[in-house]
């Protein structure tokens, strides 16, 4: 089976910079990816790591470490607009499905 | 392109009726997801489809749930007979299987209240 862990809120500054952690167990891993959704709203894709190391997007960046079954999603500049459920996501080997995190709710203060 | 198209966007109903969810993936597609996602039970997974075909329906929760996709650009999620824990925000999702990065793409979801 596969299960992952992420906090369920975090509360960060506009402007700031802040990281949202991810670990998980899995009995065949493929890849971490990151979804935000806004309320009310579907997921979006946002990123994914098959190899170790940092992948940066803009102002987002991803992060896996296979050996520590970890990753987190780093957003810098933080806006308002940043504020929504964040994610985590594995695929197992020679599967095409998602196992979804519980999410993490970002909210974003002036 | 339209992105995944999903009908009704908002259904309620009463128990013991029958519910169909209707999706409609991106042209090209190849595989279809279906997810569920409520407050206690986060995102699950229910059944996916490659080239049309039911791939893995474990997350189906029970017979009630059946899900068919007749062609590339259809697929319908049925709840017969429909009960009060099945409220739920039910997603249908997207993706070219020949496709970059394991990226899915969702629908903006059907919103079922069953009361």
């Known amino acids: 089976g596969q299960s992952l862990e992420q906090p369920s809120e975090v509360t960060a500054v506009e402007g700031a910079i802040v990281q949202i952690n991810c670990t998980y167990q899995t009995s065949g891993f493929y890849g971490l990816s990151w979804y935000q959704q806004h309320d009310g709203g579907a997921p979006t894709f946002l990123s994914y790591n098959a190899l170790d190391g940092l992948e940066e997007t803009g102002r987002f960046s991803s992060f896996l470490s296979r050996s520590d079954s970890y990753g987190y999603l780093l957003l810098q500049e933080l806006q308002m607009k940043d504020s929504a459920s964040y994610f985590c996501a594995v695929s197992g080997a020679g599967s095409y499905q998602l196992t979804f995190g519980k999410g993490t709710k970002l909210s974003v203060i002036p | 392109d339209a992105g995944v198209i999903q009908s009704p966007r908002h259904e309620v109903t009463e128990m013991g009726q029958e519910v169909t969810l209707r999706c409609k993936p991106i042209s090209g597609h190849n595989s279809l997801f279906w997810y569920r996602q409520t407050m206690m039970r986060g995102l699950e997974l229910l059944i996916y489809?490659?080239?049309?075909?039911?791939?893995?329906d474990s997350g189906m929760p029970e017979d009630r749930f059946s899900a068919k996709m007749p062609n590339a650009s259809f697929s319908t999620l049925k709840i017969q007979p429909s009960e009060p824990r099945d409220s739920a925000v039910y997603f249908c999702a997207s993706r070219n299987l020949a496709g970059g990065p394991n990226e899915q793409f969702f629908g903006p979801g059907t919103r079922l209240t069953v009361l």
């Open positions: 489809f490659n080239n049309n075909v039911p791939i893995d």
